[in-house]
């Protein structure tokens, strides 16, 4: 059997924990997109890095003329494509330009939240882990599960929740308004 893997942290902590600056961006992403806490935001932060850092290295191997760092720089760019998070025609340039909130944009909380399947970022996230969401046919509890482009269009309420009937209170139909108030049939009973 063996020994289990060692868990490592997927993020990296800011080196200065009381930068006024910092706090205040921090606190305006993690209310902007519903985070749990800040070390959600600290692992997109993480991602990017880790993307920025291999991007600048396949640079530098380009102006040294390696073959290889053509079929890398494309493996990367594919895989951001994927995602929605660049176009196919993105160079290397284009990945260095990225910010974390490109990274928060594809979170499955905030595409339920854009697509309008929740009217906040909180109440996103409890549909979610609550077992509200599909993603294609099977369900997903994870919030900070990154959506591909091609799984966008397939995410929806599960066929056993509450929140599938068109007349439930809290959920958001595209044609009603906030505040109006469903049609249940009986106004027509009434005309007759």
């Given at each position: 059997?063996?020994?289990?893997?060692?868990?490592?942290?997927?993020?990296?902590?800011?080196?200065?924990?009381?930068e006024?600056?910092?706090i205040?961006?921090?606190?305006?992403?993690?209310?902007?997109?519903?985070?749990?806490?800040?070390?959600?935001?600290?692992?997109a932060?993480s991602?990017?890095?880790?993307?920025?850092?291999?991007?600048r290295?396949?640079?530098?191997?380009?102006?040294?003329?390696?073959q290889?760092?053509?079929?890398?720089?494309?493996?990367?760019?594919?895989?951001?494509?994927?995602?929605?998070?660049?176009?196919?025609?993105?160079?290397?340039?284009?990945?260095?330009?990225?910010?974390?909130?490109?990274?928060?944009?594809?979170?499955?909380?905030?595409?339920?939240?854009?697509?309008?399947?929740?009217?906040?970022?909180?109440?996103?996230?409890?549909?979610?882990?609550?077992?509200?969401?599909?993603?294609?046919?099977?369900?997903?509890?994870?919030?900070?599960?990154?959506?591909?482009?091609s799984?966008?269009?397939?995410?929806?309420?599960?066929?056993?929740?509450?929140f599938?009937?068109?007349?439930?209170?809290?959920?958001?139909?595209?044609?009603r308004?906030?505040?109006?108030?469903?049609?249940?049939?009986?106004?027509?009973?009434?005309?007759?």
């Amino acid at each position: 059997m063996g020994d289990p893997k060692k868990i490592r942290k997927k993020y990296e902590t800011p080196r200065h924990p009381f930068e006024g600056e910092r706090i205040k961006a921090e606190n305006k992403l993690v209310a902007a997109y519903g985070l749990k806490n800040k070390r959600e935001l600290w692992k997109a932060e993480s991602e990017l890095r880790k993307y920025r850092t291999n991007a600048r290295d396949i640079q530098a191997s380009l102006r040294l003329g390696d073959q290889r760092a053509l079929e890398r720089i494309k493996s990367m760019i594919g895989r951001l494509s994927r995602y929605g998070i660049l176009t196919e025609n993105a160079t290397a340039d284009d990945i260095l330009a990225l910010n974390v909130q490109s990274f928060l944009e594809r979170r499955l909380q905030t595409i339920v939240l854009r697509k309008g399947l929740a009217k906040t970022p909180g109440m996103a996230r409890q549909l979610i882990v609550h077992g509200h969401i599909l993603v294609g046919d099977r369900k997903v509890t994870i919030p900070g599960y990154k959506v591909l482009k091609s799984e966008e269009e397939s995410i929806n309420y599960a066929p056993s929740s509450p929140f599938n009937n068109e007349l439930h209170p809290m959920r958001m139909v595209g044609e009603r308004k906030e505040g109006e108030v469903p049609a249940t049939g009986e106004e027509n009973k009434e005309e007759s």
